[in-house]
């Protein structure tokens, strides 16, 4: 199975910061990549699929990059409604995984 | 628009089974990816299982193999995740998601497994 491992596991920052999080595949998973943000009590929400490619109605500041193994979310003038837990998650149809999750806090 | 609505909290004997269903509303079941998620508390997001139309076939995570079943009622656009032997470590909420993306999620059904 693919193993997702997402760094770091939490930071803290504050609005108006640009934020980095990473994801590596244990393999090249090309570019099956999504990531989700979830706030406390909530169902997750998808924020990008296919690595780059934001959903409808996500906001600018929000941006998926990478291919192969190495993945980045980057989130630029962090307002406080995203203040979550983002997880990466490999959607590969014969064995998705989830990332450990990255909690953004203030 | 899709929606998903899932059926409602559980709670479970240390041995028993639990059936949680998740319904559609507009797409048909029969056209699209379902997946089942699962959260213990506090803790990160879980594979558990996937059936998609175009394979027709479903796929489960090699831990609830033999201990979890997914299957579908396309009449009724519902899909079902029913799990045998409950332990206290199944204690979660449980998640219902569409799409190839994971698109869509539903709002959980939280399974409690106590004596």
């Known amino acids: 199975d693919i193993q997702m491992t997402q760094s770091p596991s939490s930071l803290a920052a504050s609005v108006g910061d640009r934020v980095t999080i990473t994801c590596r595949a244990s393999?090249?998973?090309?570019?099956?990549l999504a990531w989700f943000q979830q706030k406390p009590d909530k169902a997750p929400k998808s924020l990008i699929y296919?690595?780059?490619t934001l959903q409808s109605g996500v906001p600018s500041r929000f941006s998926g990059s990478g291919s192969g193994t190495d993945f980045t979310l980057t989130i630029t003038n962090l307002q406080p409604e995203d203040f979550a837990t983002y997880y990466c998650?490999?959607?590969?149809?014969?064995?998705?995984?989830f990332g450990g999750g990255t909690k953004v806090e203030i | 628009q899709v929606q998903v609505e899932q059926s409602g909290a559980e709670v479970k004997r240390p041995g028993a089974s639990v059936k949680v269903s998740c319904r559609v509303f507009?797409?048909?079941?029969?056209?699209?990816?379902i997946h089942w998620v699962r959260q213990a508390p506090g803790k990160g997001l879980e594979w558990m299982g996937s059936?998609?139309?175009?394979?027709?076939?479903?796929i489960y995570a090699q831990k609830f193999q033999g201990r979890v079943s997914m299957t579908e009622d396309t009449s009724l656009d519902t899909g079902y995740m029913e799990m045998s032997s409950l332990i206290s470590e199944d204690t979660a909420v449980y998640y219902c998601?569409?799409?190839?993306?994971?698109?869509?999620w539903g709002q959980g059904t939280l399974v409690t497994v106590s004596s």
């Open positions: 998601v569409l799409g190839g993306d994971f698109d869509y």
């Open positions: 998650h490999h959607y590969h149809r014969y064995a998705p995984s």
């Open positions: 393999q090249d998973i090309s570019n099956w």
């Open positions: 296919a690595a780059s």
């Open positions: 059936f998609v139309p175009e394979d027709g076939e479903t």
């Open positions: 507009g797409y048909s079941l029969s056209e699209i990816s």
